[in-house]
Structure formats: structure tokens, C-alpha cells
């Protein structure tokens, strides 16, 4: 296939350069230098991509968007001049509230959604480590994303495991609510992951969990507040020793993706006129601390 990666980060290296060894036709859209990605894992890998062509984006068979949520207007916009509307565009990134612009700036084309759990940092433009080995799930925004089943597989191939949902929403969901705990609490705290298991946080970590519950089952999602507890807790076990993206970002001074994780619950929340207290006040120490970089 002719595949188009918008997006040249961590996880956009990583689809491109398994699918290119899958055998696929891979072209990058792109901001940064990154026409030659390494990749390390077991084996180091180096492959040369063609990048930013108007030609190639309208010939491509699937477009992979692989950028922040908060970019994701701004690329979509920009592709829309070229893609063909039948080319279908997978999203992938952390967070939700994107489908409704997607759907507003490409209204003919199959959207989908593609959630990974694949490690992947980021050495340098050009340079990846696949830092553990996870697994995707892809499903359908739209109608016609629906019918775009065969997508999986495509992945599947080139990096597996990879399935297919029906109900993405729910999947996006039940990720969004670990990122709810995880990422802001790691980030205010200025802590590893890991650190979240302290009995000094059981009382908040609950907290978040039973509003977080409330407001899936207000969205129709099935939710129970002792497993989105469990699943936030053995998450912080697995990744123990990681930094989450958001303390990252912090500690970095770069803009979070906390508008589009436990903003996209407050907007939610507002919508069904529930009150998630414990959440908006992460929310509003994450706003100010990235506010306190500009000063
Ligand atoms: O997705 C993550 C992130 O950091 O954004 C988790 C699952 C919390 C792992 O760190």
C-alpha cells in the first residue's frame, strides 16, 4: 500500500519504519529533518523516506496522522488541499475530542482511530528506540471508518499484535481514564509513575476514579470505578519506572496535553452537568504551571 505518515515523532517513526519493512510504500509528512529514521531494538534499522510531497500525499491508499492532539487541526487542515476523499486517515494520539474536527475538515473521508501501547522515545529527529513491545487496536470513527476493517490487518502485519474494535470509543475511553490519573498527578508532583502506588495517593487516585466513572456511564460507556482504580494502579506498576508523557512535557516547558485528557473529561463532564472536582483542580494546576514557563 501507499501510505502516508503525517507526523514524525516517537510513535509516527515507529508505524513508518515497521510498515516500510512490511513491504509497504511509505512517504512522511513532515516538520522536522526526518527523511532517514533509525530505529533500535533488538537489531538497529536505518531506512530513507520521501517526505512532504503534494503528489505523493493525493496517491496515498491510507493516511496515518501521528501528531499531538493539539496539532491535529492545524495538519489536518493542510492535508485536506491534497488528500483524496476516499484515502482513509487514522488518528493516533493521547486523548480524545479530535474526532468532531476531523469529521468537520474531512467530511467525505474514512476516519478511524489507532490507540497504541507500544514504548517508543524519541532520541532525535531521526533516530527512535522502540522501548518495549505493546499492542494497537484500531476501530472506526465514522461510518465509513467503520468499513475499514482490512486497516488491522495491514498493521497487524507489520507490527502485531494489532485489532480491530467496534467500539473504539469505549477503547479511547478506558485509556483516557488512566491518562486522567496518571499524567497529572506525575506531573503536579514532579514524579515517576511508579511513585502513584504510595499510600499518600490512594485517597486522590479514588477520587478521580469515581468522577471519571461518572461521567463514562453519563458518555454510555460501561464503567466501574474499583477497575478504572485497578487498571490506573497496574499501569503505574508496569511503567513503574517511566516518567509519563505529561511530566515530560513539563519538565521540558513544553505545551501538555492535559485540554485534550482531562479537559476533554471536564468538557464531558460540563455537557452531562456532573461535577468532577478532583479533576478540575489537577486540570487547573497543569494550566498553571505551563502558564509560569511564558513569564
Ligand atoms: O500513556 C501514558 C503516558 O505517559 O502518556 C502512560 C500510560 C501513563 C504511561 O506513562
Known sequence: MRITIAGSGAIGSLFATYLSEGGHDIHLWTRGNATQIQRKRDEN????????????????????VAVKAFHVEEVLTELAQYLHPDSPVILTHNGMGTDELAA???PNNPLLFATTTHGSLRLSDSHIRHTGKGQTLVGGLNDSGKRCEFLAEVIHHSLPPCTWSDNVYLALWQKLAINC????????HKIKNGELLNKKFS?????LSEEITNVMLADGMDS???????????VAKDTAENYSS??????????????????YL????????????????LWQQIKNLEQSYEK
Open 224 to 234: 466501574d470505578c474499583d477497575i478504572i482504580r485497578q487498571n490506573a494502579l497496574q
Open 246 to 263: 505529561m511530566n515530560r512535557d513539563l519538565h521540558f516547558k513544553r505545551r501538555s496535553e492535559v485540554d485534550f485528557i482531562t479537559g
Open 45 to 64: 534499522t536505518q531506512i530513507g523516506f520521501a517526505s512532504n510531497s503534494p503528489d505523493r500525499l493525493a496517491e496515498s491508499d491510507a493516511v496515518f
Open 266 to 281: 471536564i468538557s464531558r463532564a460540563n455537557i452531562h452537568g456532573i461535577d468532577v472536582p478532583a479533576n478540575l483542580s
Open 104 to 106: 468537520r475538515i474531512l
Open 181 to 188: 490519573v496518571i499524567n497529572p498527578l506525575t506531573a503536579v
Open 203 to 207: 485517597e486522590v487516585i479514588s477520587s
